[in-house]
């Protein structure tokens, strides 16, 4: 299969009349419903739609009480108040609204990321074989969803000041770096295979923006860990944290602006190729 060339501009794609949704008429279940509410279209859908949700609603509720469950549990049972696992941190700490801006908003961007590229891959997978793009498409999309979850429950940092406690190790101690470290390489591992894997159609694709964004992250990855190995009263101040992350906040904007336009680019090109034929 030859892929589109996505770093040339493509011509704009003329989109057909969007078709109207439609339940089929001549499902059984549908059809049943006439039988009980006769020539009452609205109660119909109604009745017709909990029917074809009716799992759904059950995993949401099953989820809901699981969630009420253990939030009791944790409640009367442990010294965990149940009301910081539910509300907004800003509100427990006594905070004030603002606290954490850029970071919630790069928390929203690597969620922009993760679910346009998984959602475009879902839409161009073929039933009978699956292409090396949407393959990369899943692919980058878990790898950014798994960034997201580091970043959101800042695993990395959680675990390095973990050892430092479960070990006793000392405020100047760097045995706890090796923690975050590893997660950092970690990263960088999976990455790697990722591009190493679907370079052919990597090369295809806004390259420079994926390595503006790279570049980025890498150089708050260094600044993180440069801040405890480096000696430099600029990186152990304040003007150190916001370099960081400013250049955090900088690379997840390019990886969304990389994620969203190849997801794009994706579809109107399987558009134009549909319309050819």
């Not at 860990?225 to 960081?244: A, W």
Request: aromatic share 10%.
């Amino acid at each position: 299969m030859v892929y589109a060339d996505f770093s040339r501009r493509r011509p704009e794609v003329e989109l057909s009349r969007e078709p109207e949704l439609r339940i089929p008429a001549d499902d059984a279940a549908h059809d049943g419903l006439e039988t009980w509410f006769g020539r009452t279209p609205l109660l119909q859908e109604l009745i017709y739609q909990i029917q074809t949700i009716r799992f759904v609603l059950i995993a949401v509720l099953l989820v809901t009480l699981t969630a009420g469950f253990s939030l009791t549990y944790l409640q009367t049972q442990t010294a965990i108040d149940a009301l910081d696992l539910i509300v907004d941190p800003s509100y427990v700490g006594e905070l004030p609204a603002y606290t954490g801006l850029y970071s919630s908003l790069g928390i929203l961007a690597w969620c922009v990321s993760a679910t346009a590229c998984m959602l475009c891959g879902a839409l161009l997978r073929d039933e009978r074989t699956t292409t090396p793009l949407v393959r990369y498409l899943m692919s980058f999309g878990i790898f950014t969803a798994i960034l997201c979850l580091d970043d959101l429950f800042l695993v990395h940092e959680e675990g390095r000041m973990f050892l430092a406690d479960l070990f006793n190790f000392s405020q100047t101690s760097k045995a706890p770096l090796v923690f975050e470290a590893v997660i950092f390489l970690g990263y960088v591992a999976i990455g790697g295979y990722i591009g190493l894997t679907y370079w052919s159609v990597i090369r295809k694709t806004e390259v420079l923006l994926l390595g503006a964004a790279v570049a980025s992250l890498g150089s708050s990855m260094v600044v993180d860990v440069g801040m405890f190995v480096i000696p430099s009263n600029i990186l152990h101040s304040s003007i150190g944290d916001v370099m960081e992350e400013l250049m955090k906040f900088n690379g997840i904007l390019l990886w969304m602006a990389y994620a969203v336009r190849l997801s794009n680019q994706s579809i109107r090109s399987r558009m134009s190729e549909t319309n050819a034929e």
